[in-house]
């Protein structure tokens, strides 16, 4: 790689992200990766271990959110065909 290359070339941080950003508007996290507006903004000032914790509640916080009844096919009567 040359030293034009290495300019342009940095490590991203890890992120939950799935660029899914959507904020519950009950539970105030985001739908895509169930962190807090807070946290999103934080991140990247967070240190490695901030962000790995953060990162290992994460999971636990999906249940939280309210899962659709069905949308527009439950609507029109044709949910589950």
Not at 15 to 36: D, K, L, N
Not at 65 to 81: F, H, Q, V
């Amino acid at each position: 790689m040359n030293e034009r290359s290495k300019v342009w070339t940095r490590d991203e941080l890890e992120s939950p992200c799935i660029q899914v950003c959507v904020i519950h508007p009950a539970e105030r996290i985001c739908t895509g990766c169930y962190r807090s507006i807070e946290e999103i903004t934080r991140w990247s000032q967070m240190t490695p271990d901030e962000r790995r914790a953060i990162m290992a509640e994460l999971p636990a916080r999906a249940p939280r959110l309210a899962r659709r009844r069905g949308g527009r096919m439950a609507r029109l009567g044709k949910a589950g065909t």
